[in-house]
Nanobody
């Protein structure tokens, strides 16, 4: 199991962009589907995005399609989430997550484990 540490959260205004990073420890990073989950205040944790082991397939929640982009650098054991055109509904704690199953399965059935998260607040 890899250890996941997120960074890059903060307070931004509506319409701004932000890039989250997730540093993973462990030599098996490239064998994991990676993704991002988020949990808004008073709501359940929800799927945001996932990327396949090789980075050739990506999946997104409907609410972020066209605004968010997930990517990974297996040489650096890092996964990113580029978030553009943020709105107040994107306010949440964002968790980097990993799964041993395929990214499409992760989208539909969840991730295996996740980090402590980084807070993103979108407010004017």
């Amino acid at each position: 199991q890899v250890q996941l540490v997120e960074s890059g959260g903060g307070l931004v205004q509506p319409g701004d962009s932000l890039r989250l990073s997730c540093a993973a420890s462990g030599r098996t990073f490239s064998s994991y589907t990676m993704g991002w989950l988020r949990q808004a205040p008073g709501k359940e944790r929800e799927f945001v995005a996932a990327i396949s082991w090789g980075g050739d397939r990506t999946y997104y929640a409907d609410s972020v399609v066209g605004r968010f982009a997930i990517s990974r650098d297996n040489a650096k054991n890092t996964v990113y989430l580029q978030m553009n055109n943020l709105n107040p509904e994107d306010t949440a704690v964002y968790h980097c997550a990993a799964a041993s199953h395929d990214a499409a399965v992760a989208r539909d059935y969840g991730m295996d484990f996740w980090g402590k998260g980084t807070l993103v607040t979108v407010s004017s």
